[in-house]
């Protein structure tokens, strides 16, 4: 029988170790100061992840192009997996691992951020984006679980949530986007 109370609790317990990691906390700030700058500079956010992945990818973008807390301008965030008709073309056309990265080769460009969301770290598709991203001179914050994988490797700033379970990852990885949603707001467009 599944018990309600223990995975509320397992969530609370990852939830509260990535709190007392301060360095995670820290990072956390910093990834919101590298996207108000960006956003300051008129740059855009690109992100990808794969499957509950991919949805936090698109949600956060919409709480970012749309809005979060306020009434605001919008700001230009796109989830690299929303069309379906490209993401198939290019998957059958070329390969599966090459989803992302063409698009990010198409959008990004020089002082935008990707944000790449893997619970693993090792998500092939996601890590040619980051490639693709590096080359083009874009700033790459990661998303992952507590081993980072390649990607804790490759990414500018990696955000790790201490956890290997996938759906407490995902929890956190969306408690950091509206995290970094807010920091942006307040910083951008504070009604103070």
Same mark, same amino acid.
């Given at each position: 029988?599944?018990?309600? %109370?223990?995975?509320?609790?397992?969530?609370?317990?990852?939830?509260?170790?990535?709190?007392?990691?301060?360095?995670?906390? &820290?990072? $956390?700030?910093?990834?919101?100061?590298?996207?108000?700058?960006?956003?300051? /500079?008129?740059?855009?956010?690109?992100?990808?992840?794969? +499957?509950?992945?991919?949805?936090?990818?698109?949600? #956060?973008?919409?709480?970012?192009?749309? =809005?979060? /807390?306020?009434?605001? =301008?919008?700001?230009?965030?796109?989830?690299?997996?929303?069309?379906?008709?490209?993401?198939?073309?290019?998957?059958?056309?070329?390969?599966?691992t090459k989803?992302?990265?063409?698009?990010? %080769? @198409?959008?990004?460009?020089?002082?935008?951020?990707?944000?790449?969301?893997?619970?693993?770290?090792?998500?092939?598709?996601?890590? %040619?984006?980051?490639?693709?991203?590096?080359?083009? &001179?874009?700033? $790459? #914050? &990661?998303?992952? &679980? @507590?081993?980072?994988?390649a990607l804790?490797?490759?990414?500018?700033?990696?955000? /790790?949530?201490?956890?290997?379970?996938?759906?407490?990852? /995902?929890?956190?990885?969306?408690?950091?986007?509206?995290?970094?949603? %807010?920091?942006?707001e307040e910083?951008?467009?504070?009604? +103070?």
């Amino acid at each position: 029988m599944v018990s309600i %109370e223990k995975i509320i609790r397992e969530s609370l317990a990852v939830k509260q170790a990535f709190l007392d990691d301060k360095k995670q906390v &820290g990072l $956390v700030q910093t990834a919101g100061e590298y996207c108000v700058e960006c956003f300051g /500079q008129d740059g855009k956010i690109l992100l990808c992840g794969n +499957g509950g992945s991919a949805a936090d990818a698109q949600h #956060i973008a919409a709480e970012l192009s749309a =809005r979060f /807390q306020f009434d605001r =301008r919008p700001l230009y965030a796109e989830a690299l997996h929303v069309n379906s008709s490209y993401v198939t073309a290019v998957a059958n056309d070329y390969d599966y691992t090459k989803v992302f990265s063409r698009m990010v %080769e @198409a959008a990004g460009r020089k002082g935008d951020i990707l944000i790449a969301l893997s619970t693993s770290g090792n998500s092939k598709n996601v890590l %040619e984006a980051v490639k693709q991203a590096k080359i083009q &001179g874009m700033t $790459v #914050i &990661g998303l992952t &679980g @507590a081993k980072g994988g390649a990607l804790a490797k490759e990414a500018e700033l990696c955000l /790790q949530v201490p956890s290997d379970n996938t759906a407490r990852i /995902q929890e956190v990885h969306i408690l950091i986007g509206h995290i970094l949603c %807010e920091i942006i707001e307040e910083t951008m467009f504070h009604k +103070g």
